[in-house]
Every structure is written in structure tokens, then in C-alpha cells.
């Protein structure tokens, strides 16, 4: 399968500061990209569906002006936690997915390995 | 609106034994498809299996295979032969078409015990 790579894999930060991660599709272009918040023992929950060279589309309850996302280029989007605070330490994960629409298939959306922040 | 169910928390199996993994789903589409994930302590998301709602023969991936009971909207994962590696978080997960996201189900925290 298709290889999704995120940047960094761990981070910690002070209170009050920005954090970029950064979500690379390595051998494919990627129409759209996810980007999903993860709590422990909890499930996957999407926080923002991106395309390349528009705005973000924000789940409910997800404030886009602390969560910035950027889908510059077809194999690059950014998420920046804006004064992130504790209560934003989580696991970050992304996904691209290379059909926007059509039926499913089993090879259409990739997984990166995952961000993990940690806000002290 | 389209929501996944997985009424397992947590599953014990033994080394070699195979476990069923169950998964309900509730949509209203005609086209889906249902995918299963392995997520291990790592975090990673690893795809395992995939089935198309009319996909008329259940999938298989080596030791995995899915049972797929479309009239009772159910997606449950066997996995053969367990291995001690096996112990992870599973997730069912469903899109339907036309764009649409991926809804994951709460998980099931697979331990296989030596």
C-alpha cells in the first residue's frame, strides 16, 4: 500500500505555544487528507476533511481557529495546534485518501503513523 | 446517519485459537464498504481487510477473513490461529460512497494469551 508519513512522531511542549505537525503522502497524490484526533482507549474521531488548495471542512465542535489546517500541495497538509493547552494532548493522526468519490475501495485511504502531543 | 457498533470492549483468546470480532453497522447507503483496522500500542493504523457491499463472497486475507451477514448489517472479523502479536486494538470502520468519511466503531482491545 501507499506510504503516509507524519512529522513529528512525539512531541512536547510548554503550555501556550504552537505545535505544526505535518502529514506527507510519499508515493501518491493525495485529494483529500483527514485528520483525526484520537484520546486513550477511545476511537478515531475526525476532526477535518482537507483538499488540496481550499479551506478545511471542520467537524462539529472542532475550532478551526486552534486547530489550522493547511492542504498546500497534493502530497503535503499541515495541522498547527495554536496555544495548545493540556487538555489538547492527544494523539494525532492523519490519512489521505486518493479517490474523493465512488464506491469504496480497499485501497483508496492510507493511515500516517501517528503524532503524539503532550501539553504541559 | 451512519454509526458503527462494536459491543466487544475487550477479548481474551488463547495462542492458535481464532476469535470472532464482532461489528454491526447502521446505514442507510446501497454502497459501502467495510474495512477492518489493527491498531497496535505503536498507534499505527494497519489495514487488514476490506469488504464491498456487494461483494457476494466474504473477503479473506490470510489468517483474516470477514462475515459478512449483509440482511443483518453485520462485519465481523475472524482472525485463525491466533498469534501473540495479534494483541492490539481492532476498529471496524464504514464509508459509504460519494465522498464520504470514514466512521470508526469504538474499538475492541484483542489480548491473545500464551
Known amino acids: 500500500g501507499a506510504v503516509v508519513s507524519q512529522h513529528p512522531s512525539w512531541v512536547i511542549c510548554k503550555s501556550g505555544t504552537s505545535v505544526k505537525i505535518e502529514c506527507r503522502s510519499l508515493d501518491f497524490q493525495a485529494t483529500t487528507m483527514f485528520w483525526y484526533r484520537q484520546f486513550p482507549k477511545q476511537s478515531l474521531m475526525l476532526m477535518a476533511t482537507s483538499n488540496e488548495g481550499s479551506k478545511a471542512t471542520y467537524e462539529q465542535g472542532v475550532e478551526k481557529d486552534k486547530f489550522l489546517i493547511n492542504h498546500a500541495s497534493l502530497t503535503l497538509s499541515t495541522l498547527t495546534v495554536t496555544s495548545a493547552h493540556p487538555e489538547d494532548s492527544s494523539f494525532y493522526i492523519c490519512?489521505?485518501?486518493?479517490?474523493?468519490?465512488?464506491?469504496?475501495?480497499?485501497?483508496?485511504?492510507?493511515f500516517g503513523p501517528g503524532t503524539r502531543l503532550t501539553v504541559l | 446517519a451512519q454509526k458503527i457498533t462494536q459491543t466487544q470492549p475487550g477479548m481474551f483468546v488463547q495462542e492458535k485459537e481464532a476469535v470472532t470480532l464482532d461489528c454491526t453497522y447502521d446505514t442507510s447507503d446501497q454502497s459501502y464498504g467495510l474495512f477492518w483496522y489493527k491498531q497496535p500500542s505503536s498507534g499505527e493504523m494497519i489495514f487488514l481487510i476490506y469488504q464491498g457491499s456487494y461483494d457476494e463472497q466474504n473477503a479473506t486475507e490470510g489468517r483474516y477473513s470477514l462475515n459478512f451477514q449483509k440482511a443483518r448489517k453485520s462485519a465481523n472479523l475472524v482472525i485463525s490461529a491466533s498469534q501473540l502479536g495479534d494483541s492490539a486494538m481492532y476498529f471496524c470502520?464504514?464509508?459509504?460512497?460519494?465522498?464520504?468519511?470514514?466512521?470508526f466503531g469504538p474499538g475492541t482491545r484483542l489480548s491473545v494469551l500464551p
Open positions: 490519512s489521505a485518501r486518493v479517490a474523493l468519490a465512488g464506491v469504496p475501495s480497499y485501497n483508496e485511504q492510507f
Open positions: 470502520a464504514m464509508r459509504a460512497s460519494y465522498g464520504q468519511n470514514f466512521v
